[in-house]
């Protein structure tokens, strides 16, 4: 499904003196935060050196030193940077507003904002949009170049609507990233296929992991005034007339049933989860999720 009209102008962003000021803010944020939890937290294999004396004989690498018939040891260089890769759901079911701004369109904001960020901190940023598959993609990047080739991406209406296949995704990543990197999902979470809590967890072994669920208020609760509403399903477009007055309390119920599973997916998962609503300002949920992070390092 081709969308005709998509607000999505994000450059303007780069010198909004409101928005420049939030993400100097999470700059600074990140820069306490993730730089001790992902930047300090390891050491990435550099290679082979030969021998010499003095060395730490515990870096001997007895099996690549038979095959090469010398005494080498295992080299590691300390991380120095965060590679972060966006993988943003475009599919039929973030094509709804009952805000000014539809899901897919305040989603790309979120990205957009955060991506800029996250350059300003020194950190290489890439980018999946999928539907049913990965509509399109880019490695992690710096500089300018990456920023204005997210926003294309982000800005192109052919790119959006249709199902979602987080499989497809999953392998898409296992096959661009070779390398460490932090994950940032984000996504309603509405229609996933079954069994797509196995492909959180295999994201969540192999690298690090962030859930970004971003719903519409009436994702979570039918209006106030009314009787019969007019729904459709996203997907088949099997449509039916609802009583507003006699669902309302079992409908909130059971979106707060699945809000606290899909919570818990990431949870279980050893994963970070932020729950957005396109009523709220965009970047505070981010902001409150990374001072936490920060106050659970320096304590």
Do not use: C
Request: no cysteine; net charge positive; glycine share 6%.
């Amino acid at each position: 499904m081709t969308i005709k009209k998509l607000d999505l102008d994000l450059i303007p962003q780069l010198k909004s003196k409101e928005v420049r000021a939030k993400r100097k803010v999470l700059a600074r944020i990140l820069e306490g935060s993730w730089t001790a939890l992902l930047k300090g937290r390891g050491m990435e294999f550099a290679g082979f050196r030969k021998y010499t004396y003095g060395d730490d004989a515990s870096r001997i690498d007895w099996g690549a030193s038979l095959r090469a018939k010398d005494t080498l040891i295992r080299e590691f260089e300390e991380y120095k940077s965060v590679n972060v890769l966006f993988v943003l759901d475009l599919s039929n079911t973030m094509l709804f507003s009952s805000q000014k701004k539809m899901k897919a369109e305040y989603a790309a904001e979120v990205v957009f904002n955060l991506a800029v960020a996250i350059l300003d901190n020194g950190d290489s940023v890439g980018y999946v949009l999928f539907n049913t598959q990965v509509v399109a993609k880019s490695m992690p990047n710096i500089g300018k170049e990456a920023i204005y080739d997210l926003a294309n991406s982000l800005s192109n209406p052919k790119n959006y609507g249709g199902g979602k296949d987080l499989k497809r995704v999953v392998s898409s990543i296992d096959i661009m990233l070779k390398q460490r990197a932090l994950i940032i999902l984000v996504s309603d979470f509405i229609g996933m296929q079954p069994g797509w809590e196995s492909y959180i967890k295999m994201l969540a072994e192999k690298f690090d992991l962030i859930g970004i669920m971003i719903r519409d208020p009436r994702d979570r609760q039918f209006p106030e005034q009314g009787s019969q509403f007019l729904l459709e399903d996203p997907f088949s477009q099997e449509r039916m007339y609802v009583d507003v007055n006699e669902y309302r309390h079992l409908f909130e119920k059971a979106v707060r049933e699945e809000e606290r599973a899909i919570k818990g997916v990431f949870d279980a998962a050893k994963a970070g989860f932020i729950s957005i609503s396109t009523g709220d300002d965009m970047l505070r949920p981010i902001l409150d999720y990374f001072k936490r992070r920060s106050n659970i390092v320096k304590s």
